[in-house]
Nanobody, 123 residues
């Protein structure tokens, strides 16, 4: 029901910042919870952050807590991931995903996925 397109990835120096955006099309965006995931080569995809349909509830993986912030703007059909204090181990393809009642911290229930955007953090 929702099509997602990520943008904002790129190459950044360790300690730097990036802001990822996920633009959504579809009229059900505002009632979907949204999540950010990442996958590095040789590793499983892991949950990074999530936000409820209202924006009132958020989830962060321990490894990004205090560094990353997820927000959404339903009027713009967009979810963001502000990434500060980037580390080389943050290098991965970052995906946004949507679902009506997903399980935060898991892939379960996120049934709409974007194509991903590459984030590379140099030492």
């Amino acid at each position: 029901q929702v099509q997602l397109v990520e943008s904002g990835g790129g190459l950044v120096q360790a300690g730097g910042s990036l802001r990822l955006s996920c633009a959504a099309s579809g009229r059900t965006f505002s009632v979907f919870a949204m999540g950010w995931f990442r996958q590095a080569p040789g590793k499983e995809r892991e949950a990074v952050a999530a936000i409820s349909w209202s924006g009132g509830s958020t989830y962060y993986a321990d490894f990004v807590k205090g560094r990353f912030t997820i927000t959404r703007d339903n009027a713009k059909n967009t979810v963001y991931l502000q990434m500060n204090g980037l580390k080389p181990e943050d290098t991965a393809v970052y995906y946004c995903a949507a679902g009506p009642r997903p399980t935060f911290g898991s892939d379960r229930g996120f049934n709409n996925w974007g194509q991903g955007t590459q984030v590379t953090v140099s030492s």
